[in-house]
């Protein structure tokens, strides 16, 4: 989870294939992905919008470094510009996935309702969220960081209601996002994820060494061609 692939369009042979942030999970047997769609549209996106069942599509192997590091205790923080959440979406709902399984095992009983509440990621609503108050503690620290947009308000229900130690920071647009306020989210071993335009995330990147980060736990993800997200 969190990688992404090309995607080539024969109805538009003369444009280039895009890269989307895939936000289904590996084992799935559907692929989802999020664009915006902008007016006037490119001819990629003209043909992308006007795709019907069974038209081909070329989709290429799945690629980048934005995946969760091995040690499940590693924390991590993730940064994100508008639609670039959609690098995180299939890593949040794979750790909100671990959980119900770890609830699943543990506690039988409730296999039915731990099932209907996982599916719908709300485990807040239930008696499950006393149980799962234990086994957050043993979770990996994740905070999520998204600097949006009142356009970007339609991607919120894609995020899980309930992900294991997750600390959320909405920022608004056109607020910006200091390297400070990242700053004190991270200890000496967390691991900071930056999605974005180039220049937003070079920029953060950057001031982030700066401030003493090292680059190897910097991992980049940028969204070619845009200014702004």
């Not at 992905?33 to 043909?47: D, E, H, N, W």
């Not at 719908?120 to 990996?140: E, F, K, M, V």
Request: glycine share 4%; aromatic share 6%; hydrophobic share 40%.
């Amino acid at each position: 989870p969190g990688q992404y692939a090309h995607l080539q369009l024969p109805q538009a042979s003369s444009e280039q294939p895009r890269a989307f942030s895939l936000t289904s999970l590996p084992d799935e047997t559907e692929v989802r992905f999020v664009t915006r769609y902008s007016k006037p549209p490119s001819l990629y996106k003209q043909a992308l919008f006007a795709l019907q069942p069974s038209d081909p599509a070329l989709l290429r192997e799945p690629m980048g470094d934005c995946v969760l590091p091995r040690a499940a205790d590693t924390p991590v923080v993730f940064v994100a510009q508008g639609i670039a959440i959609a690098s995180y979406i299939a890593i949040l709902t794979n750790l909100c996935a671990r959980l119900c399984a770890r609830l699943d095992l543990a506690h039988r009983p409730q296999k039915e309702v731990a099932s209907q509440v996982c599916a719908r990621s709300n485990l807040a609503q239930t008696n499950l969220a006393q149980i799962a108050q234990a086994d957050l503690a043993q979770g990996r620290k994740s905070t999520l960081i998204w600097i949006r947009r009142s356009e970007d308000d339609t991607l919120e229900n894609l995020i899980p209601g309930e992900v294991p130690c997750l600390k959320r920071i909405d920022i608004q647009y056109p607020d910006r996002l200091q390297a400070q306020t990242v700053l004190e989210h991270v200890d000496d071993k967390t691991l900071i994820y930056l999605s974005g335009s180039q220049r937003f995330v070079e920029s953060l990147g950057l001031a982030l060494e700066n401030a003493g980060i090292a680059r190897a736990r910097l991992v980049y993800d940028y969204y070619d061609g845009y200014a702004e997200l």
